[in-house]
Each structure stands twice: as structure tokens, then as C-alpha cells.
């Protein structure tokens, strides 16, 4: 008996041993150079809110039901009008070209493959029209902006234009973001000198801790009137991304949004910020199913989603998985890691006694 | 064997040093292949559950009383009529041949040695009739099905006519297992090939995340209504296994069980689900002793069992510690871990001034 | 200024660097054979109430006052109409020729030096008349009995008439302990091999785990009708050792105990037993001043002295301390644990505010 | 794209790699010897209160809002009269001589050319006046004193005369402090040679653990009608340095001070005392806005200072942080250092959604 069990010529081959997305984080590691790793990676600071993104999943625990007859999973719903297969996306993030040459016209093909809608990165490595022409599914738009008030309002014109169904206004970035990983690796320097694009422009030449003694600005001129202005000329429905209380996401509503995205920007901004996943059920208490409520930060198992789903949300953004399958395999590694989400949240929807995102509710999870 | 101890003639042999269920687990895995002794000992995706199942105990904790005369320690009990020597059942588990050539045959020689009943898993790696021939305790049976009534019916029916006492059916096992270790291990392609008989039929040839993006069904169709109809026909009591809810307590015991089992199957299946001990209280609580209420998942120490008895349940059942006995040590190793738990029941009964199971209530434990 | 820095010949003698409590147990773990030193410092089953004893201090916080004018610190008490310069006494601990060849009486001789009373233990390694004329502090008496009632009477008599001024009956013991690390030392057999005289009798040739299934007996005879009649025919206040509920204190009170030592016996018994510390304010609440409460189990800084005093202990006794002492630097070594807990105690009060032991209450710490 | 990756001779060079405190708390245990390091750095017996320091900032949980126009951040306030650039202070250490010979004049060019004032220490390795030559900022002077009242009298007269704008005494230090570091190291004997001044007097030749049982008494004999007295004489605003419960924080002000420090003095005397950052909310509640509630012990980061603020801290002090950047880099590393918290301090700000001071309140944070 031991025999067969000492090593076999059938045994899966290696690529398929990425079983889950922190498999294809190693990998990724494993691959790409350490600037580009760390920069997809790190957080802000003492990387506390990156750690707590994970840890505060482990607080809410399932109360299973069974003989339920669970034979049919349904994972479909339709948001702002658009039918997805799957309440998981692929979350906005910047220059993908740092961990593929092909960036995100690979990521949106990937995407495309696992039938899953993407969200383009004001800071993409490669133009709206260029992402749009790969996408086999509806894109939405991310917007970074500033005090340029026209170029903004052409800038969303032109992503509703190339066909974006939504727009996901970034709050959570007033300055720049405090990440020494980036800075220990000369990420500042590095994109200075090698790129010459308008893109990386948001990496300024002047350095945090400067003779000024303040940070380096970043989007922080915007206040709520802008969201009026911006919901008043765009023609697809405004998210409103980043919002960790419930006054703000009461205030967006006030304002416009057509939805918010609780989001601590994968814990990328503000070190000491609470994650997602705590926030997540005042703010769906207060909104009190007026407007979809989304999130992200920290998301890696499809248990993970399926928590975040019992609790309100209507969807799940992924940021890092799609880049560490991005990094690792190319477009089929960002079709690897959806699709391992996917069934994931499709199994543990079956072994809890859920067949459809409809009979997700809190009495799924006690929250400790 | 004998010269790895440095060579003391007066120390103890080699077996009488393994003193407690942690042994015979790091014995197993020193002696069984790696894809066996993972089978047994993993648990589903991250093994949260699993961990947690061995965490919580520690926050009961005893309030023990002194000066009671505890010179004599009964640790009997009679369950559904049938009388036992102890509290402490072997768990069905699949397979035993993985870890033992005589698999379900040495494991009932050992379980009867020791004088414990053990529960015959539908998966095991030998047909019932063959087990119960070696039975020197009442055996149970746990059963696994799916949508063939008739054959599910059969199967029970042939339970019962080999003397099986109790049904036990498994609840919390809609689809397979996610267990990355088998996968890592290639232990699903290995079934496919070196084994023919249906026994292991439940390992089908599609992967997890395989192109459907589902997970693979197992009793997937099953609802209560499969309840009333099986305590119809089964002439002996019928226990749920896999509660984790006083809802589905209360369900079970409408729809006819004459017990449950508070499982959530050694933390192999739906990760994120809780320990079985912290749900004990209120399950206990709503069943308000309408019928015995069993546990396991997790159980290493007599001292755990203590605290599941002193919460309410009236029995605790042990998988992976006969496992791990037999991996080590074959029949005997099945004994001894059996005798081993018997005694530290006792002991710690003892030690906290309690003589028999009657005696056992709340005031023993503190849960913080 | 630099110079002196580097390295300097008038550094302190490497026996003066022994500064606190830990490094006695240090010295004492590199100088003894592995089987004594794990004999004093081991616990029972997984170590879980051992390692509490430690941890619950660290939920118990200090409110520190200041400018109280603490120049004069007093750490004398009156116990029993007995003087003692310090509220710490050296518990009672079995067997010390096992660390040392001089035994309790290097210990006896230590902790006079140190000027703290000492409690003789039945299991001592030398009689007691032996130990008390070594003695120049006031001894009290620790029991183990069983169901001998007349040689426990006579053994009583003996010790008051050696000028014992308490006795301490030890109650949390009515079975053997199960201790691991002995029985993986061989500790058993040594003992019936090595000592010929009665003192190691409770040692038995059957081991835990023996074919009766069941642990061997120590105390399990007896009740509280034997406090009745040890408290009649006693000249001397009993103490009640062994003490983790109010049920049990209040008990003790009833049948004629003087007062009460909360103990779990050092975590050498029940594990998963609560840390002394964490049920203390609870006790001490149920006696409501009627008797004294003494503390003992996982002391090892004066700290951890002041925070038990501040909760309405009475005195602190100390176990394995003076052991490490002893395994270390023989009588000297007994006297400098003793006398670093002593300052240790002192320096905590005066930097807390607190100049008296009457100044103790529990304004000085917080529960967490 | 690879390429500039892989390395790039335009990276930072070394010593801009200093991005945060714990990178200059590294540089400087790189470079001091251990016994200086150690007197910096090192705590109280256990060093669980210098743990707790930086543990319980992360039960403090921002709730960072957005939109809200934050381009323009100001960090200036007010206090006791005296216009700051930030609400960072240099905290009052010794004897810097032993990190860097230019010792205090190092520290002070530092601050000054960050803008930040400094807290002089009574036992600085320099007189007062030298130290006060090279200040570009207002000085505070810390006092120690003892029995001797027309000394202390005269010491604070001095400081007022030399320009100091207000008189910090410290309160938590009656004895000695018990650091195990500084005894294993030989300090005290290497005080008691090397140095003839009166500034190293406070090290006595009598070792902690002496024949006579009792720590040595450094500010015993101090009670509040000391702080009468000194309120009485001092021509500046005195604040109580050590301030632990909000009863010391209400005596303080009964007694004549115009503020007060809540300190722990960096876990550097009783070991167990609370964390500051935990008694803050409840002192600031005591206090009720009367006099300026400062704070210091565990300040590490931006983040740390503004959480403080956010519960109602008028201004930090930080301690270790400029020791470091002294013992690593001279007046330039105290300089950097102070700019690293200042540029956090409004990063965070910033990120938070709050551009000035008087905008802080508790709605930023969540106290778990």
C-alpha cells in the first residue's frame, strides 16, 4: 500500500498546485522582482490595517444549516442593472505593467475568461480604449482626480464613452500614501527616471519627510460638492470608494452615489484605519438597503466574500489576488485566482445551507 | 527501537512512553506516509475550525471542589438502553485501511479491548458485516447517501440486521471536502486508481475548480423530509451528526432523531464554522433534555471530555486519537488511546471532586 | 567616556548577576539533572493552569499614587498572633534532597537567613524534628493524610509538639498528580528504587494508564467531617490549602478552619484548574474578613506579591522559588530568592504610593 | 521594465533609509555600546508596562473621514502662552552624554532646528545654562528633587533665570528605578567611578537587593504640599510629570499646577502601571478642560501622537525617539527624528480628513 502513495508520475503537475490565491501569492513572490512585489503587497506604515484585514475575518464565525437540499448554487445577481455571474471584481489597481509586460490588457482578459467585471485604474499602465478593446465583460472606471475640474469631467466622459458602466470615485487618498517598502526600495526615484508618461505623475519628485515637513498632496482639495458636480454630468451610476463610517456613507447618498465600496484601500492609506470587514455591518445598518453597499481590503478565501455577503454587502472587490495571479501565470493566473474565488464562495454557499446570494443573510455568521 | 533512547536498560520500553493522545498523533505521523497521515489529520482550507476546535477548550475552565470522598470513580453510563463503561465512543471515520492493512478490523479489536462501542463509518475500508465479526462492544452506524432512497434504505436496513444500534446520519456534508492537503498529496487521483470498489466512489475524477466552477456534490439533495422517512424505517434511535444550531437541533428532533451530535466533522468540512464545545451551551440549553445531546471534534484530553460532560452532553466521540493509534501502534495503539482517555477522565473527575457522571453539572466549569 | 563602556574588569561577579526570581530558575535548570529539575518546575497534563498562573497577572493593573511621602516602608504583619517581617512565606514543597543533598534543611536555614517563616511539607525529605532545629523563623506544618486517622492524629500532635504554629491540610489532592515529564523521566521507578524510607511511599509501583483504568488514589477518602475532627484535636490554627471557589472557602470556615490557602497546588494537579489570582478577589469577597486568605501558585515578583495583597491577601507563599534557590546556590541561595522578593515587594510599594501593608486595598490595581 | 528593477545606482543612499523611529532605534543599537543602548531603552523588571506602551495604541481604532478639503495642514498651537510649530515635545531624559558627547547641546541644536522645544532634564550631563546658550526654542526644565528644599529652590529659580518657560516635576520616581538591564550591565558601579559631578549622584553605591532589604530611595520623602510650595515660588507654570489616575490629575491641580504629563515614565519605574494611552480618556474626562492634559511613554509614530490628540492631549512628549536619533546620527538624527513624527503626525491628519488641531476630537477614534 505504501507504495502508491511514495510518489506517482500521475501526480497533478506543479502549476496546478496553486490551489488557493495565497499559493499564487508565493508564487508571484517567488517571480517578480521585490520592488514590484512589495509595491502590490505592502501598506502604509506598520502595515497594522493590512494585518487587521485579515485577522478581523476570524471574528465572525458561520452558523451553518443542513438538509437544506443544496444540489443547485446560484452565484448571479444583477447590480446597477448589469447581470454578473459572480459577486466578485476585479478591483481598481495602478500600473499592472510592474508585474506583467502585458498589464492590464492581461488582467481584463483574465477576467474577461473567468466572467468577471473589472475595474479600470485611473493609474493604469495602459489607456482606457486599449483595457476596453481586451474586456470580454463590462468595465467600470476608477477616478483619481484633482483641482482641474474640466480634465476630470472629460476624463469621465471619455471612460463612460469607451463604454464603462460605473464610476468609483477614490476618497481615502487626499495625499499620498506612506508605504516604506515603496520608499526602501526607491520606488519615488524609479518611477521618476523611467517612465515618462502622464500615469505615474502622481509620484512626485519632492520626498515625504521633505524640508517642508508635510506630505505630499494628493487629492486633497476634493470635498462633497465635487461629488455632486461629478454624479451631475456622468451618465453611468457614481460609487463612492473608501468610505469606513457610516456619516460618510450617509453623506454620499446625500450627494449622489449610487452606491458606496467600504474600502480602506487594502490598508494602503491610513495605517490605524479599521478593516473592512468591522465597519461593514453599521454601515449597511445605516444605509438600510437604500444603495448597494460593496467592499474590499483583504479578501482571499471565498469564505472571506461569503462573510462579507451574510453581513450586506452585494459585492466583493479583489485587488491583490488578481495581481499575485497576474504576476504568476499571466491573464490564466488572473482567471485561476477568480475562479478559485468563485468556487470557493460556491462551496462554502453549499456547505452552510445557502444556495442562492438571496438567502445570505446575518444569520449566517455570529459576529464575535 | 530501543537504542534511539540512549540506552537505559531501567527506563520504561518504547510504547509505554507514549503517555497521551499527542504521542500516538507525532508517533502516526512519524510512521505513516505523508498523504495518510494528512488525510486524518488535516482539516478544510485554512484549518481555522480545526485550530479552533482545540483553542476554545481553553476557555472553559474548571471550578473544582475538594474534600467530597472521591475514592470511587464510576464513569458508567447507559445510552438508548445500551450500557456503557465509559462516555467516550470511537467517531465513524472513513478508510482506516489508509493507516493500517486490517483498517475497521483492528480498530474494532481495539475499541472492544478497551470496552468501547465505536460508530462504523459508511466509507469504510471494509464491508460491515466483516467489522461487526470481530465486535466485542454494540457497534453504531453512520450513514452517508445521496438521492437513491432505495439503496439508502437497504443499506440501513443491513445495518440494523448486523446488529448496529444506533444510526447515525451524517448532516454537514452537502459537497466534498476542501482539503488542500489531499490535494496537495494528489490523494483524489490516487483513489481513482488504486481502488475499485465503490467505497470510494465519494472521490470523483472532477478537480475542485475545475471548469464548471463548482465544487463536487455530495449529499447535496438531501432535506429533512430524508429524516422522517428514515426514522420510518430504521427500528433502532437515529442521531444527527453535524449540529452546530439549536434551530437545527430542535428541527432534527421534530423530524424524529432520538439524539444529535454536535459536530462540525473534526473542522474537515466548511471552515469558519465554530468550535463544537462553544455551541454546546445553548444547544444543551434549547434541547432541555428532550434527548442526549453527543459531541465531538477536537477531543485530545479527558479533560475536554470533562468539560463537554459538565455543559450537558451525555457522550463524546473521538476520530483522529484511534486513528492515530492505529498508525502507531495497530490494534493496541486503538486500545490504549481509548484506555488512555478512559483514565484521564477519571483522574480529572477526581481531581475536581467529582465520582460519577450524575454528579456532573455547570457549577464543575466556568466559560469565559 | 566612551572607554569605560566597552568592557570593564570591576563588572559585577557572575553569581551577584542572579537578579530576580527568573534567573534562579535558570541556574537552577543548567546546574540540576533534567529529572529533579522538571520535578520542581513541571505541571500537570499540558501545563494550561501553569502557564495561567503566570499570564492572569498581566490582567491586573496597577493604579500607582504618588507624592505620599513612602520614605519608611513596613512589610511586617501579625499572622495568627505571629510577628513576620514580611508577608511571604516559603510553601511547602515535597522531597528537597531531590535539588540539593542538605535538603529542607538548607532550605530551613535559607529562609531563616531571610527571616520568613517556612511550611514543612509530609513529603519532606528530612523529619521534621530535624528540620525545626535548623530553624530560627517559626515553621508551620503541611498534611497529607489518608484514611489512617489515628497515625494522622499522632502525626499532627508531633508537629505542634516540634513547635509547628499552624497546620496547612492540603485538599486539592485526593489523586496522584499527572505530571508527564515524570513519567517520561522514569521519575516513578527511580523512587522506588532510590529511597528506602517511607517519605516516598505515595510514589506507587502502578503506573497512570495501569489496566484498572483508573488513576491511583491519594487523598480520596476524605470529607469535611475530617476538617471537624482535625480542627478538634489540634492546639494550633488549620489551614485550609487548595482553596479555588467561595463554596469551598466558606465551607472551610464551617468546619473550623483558621483560614485558607488559594492554591491550585503550583499547577501540578487539575489542569485547565483557574490561575489563584483570578479567583482570589472573589474569595476573598465570600470570607468577608472572617479569616485570613493566603495565596499561593505562579508567584515570582514582588509585583505579583503586591498585586495579591492589594486584592486582600493576607500573605503570599512561595514554592518553586526557594527550590531554584536551592538547586543553585544551596542555603544562600534560598535566602537571596527569599530576600529579592522581599525588596522586590518593598520597591513596588514605594513606587505605587503605599508605605503598609494596611494601606492595601484594592484602590491600587484595576481588574481587566 | 525589468531592468531598472533589478538595481539601480540611483537608489537612497544609506542614511535617508531612515525612514521612521524604529529605524533610528536600530541605528543606534547598531552603534552605542550595549550599556548605553540598554539605559536608553530598556524598562522596568519585566518590561511589560514598556510593551503595553506601544501594545494598547492598537486598541485605538481611527475613523478617518473624507471630502473634506484638506490641502492645508496646520500643526501650530498654543501653550501656556507659548506659540509651537507642533504639539511634539523633546521629553526630559538624562545624562545624553552617554549616546553622543555633545550630549544635551546636540539634542537641543537638533530640536531647535526642527522647531520643537525640549524638556531640560535635572540630570542632564550638562549645566543648564550651556545647554540653554544653543536653544533656538523656549526650554522647559524637568525637576528631581528630594528634602533638601532650599536646594530645590534655588535649582528651579535658576532654570526660570536661564530662561525655562516652565518647571516639570516628576512625581513617579520616589525610589530608584528598578531596571535589571542597567544592574546586568554594571551601570551603577560604572556611574559611581567614572563620573565626579553632582549629576550622576542619584546613582548610589548601595546596590538594589543590600543586606538591609530596601530599595534605595531617590524622591520618597515628596507629598503635595511640596507641589504647594513650588507653585508658590516658581514664576512659570509648573506641570506634574507622572500623572497616572484622574485622582493625582484632580490633586495637581488642587495643589497649584497649571498641567499635568500623563507618564508612566516610559516603563522605566513600576513595572504594571498602565499604559498612558489607556488612563488618557479618563484623565482628560477628570480634568474637564481645566489645564492641558500632555502625555508621553510609547510615542513611536504620527499615528500614535494623533490618537492621543484625538482623545485630548494638548501636545506629546517623546523620550527614547531623539535618544536614538542622537546616538545614530548626532543633532542631525534628533532633527530628523523630530521631522519623521511631525510629517507623520500631519500625514495622518491629513488621511484622517482633519487639517488642524482644534479639529481633533474623539469622534476620530473608535477605544475597543
Redesign the interface.
Known sequence: ??A???G?P???APQ??L??VFDFDAAAKAKL????YEYVSGGA??E?TLRRNRTMF?R????????????K?DLSLTLFGQKMSMPILVAPTGTH??VH?DGELATVRGAGAAGASMVVSTSSSFPLEKISAEARTPLWFQLYTGPDAEGTKERVIRAVETGCKAICVT??A??QA?R?KD??N?LV??FR??SGGSRQRRYSEEA??SPS???M?FQ?????S??DQLCGYAKVPVLVK????K??AL?ALQHGAAGGVVSNHGGR??????STIEVLPGIVDAVQGRAPVLIDSGFR?G?DI??ALAIGAKAVLVGRPPLWGLGAQGQDGVR?VL??L???L???M????RSTLAELDRSLV?LE
Request: no cysteine; charged share 25%.
Open positions: 500500500m505504501a502508491f502513495l511514495a506517482s500521475l501526480l497533478a496546478e498546485q490551489l488557493n522582482p521585490k520592488t514590484a506604515w506598520d497594522w476570524e465572525i464565525i458561520f452558523q451553518p444549516r443542513f438538509f437544506r437540499q443544496v444540489d448554487l505593467a510592474l509586460p476618497v481615502d487626499p495625499y506612506p516604506e520608499a526602501r526607491g526615484r524609479v527616471e523611467d515625504p519627510g515637513g508635510l506630505p498632496r486633497a482639495t476634493l470635498n462633497w465635487f461629488l473608501g468610505i469606513l463610517t456619516e460618510d453623506l492609506y491610513l495605517d490605524g484605519a479599521p478565501r469564505t461569503l462573510k485561476r475562479e478559485i468563485q468556487t470557493e460556491a462551496w462554502a453549499g456547505l452552510s445551507g455570529r
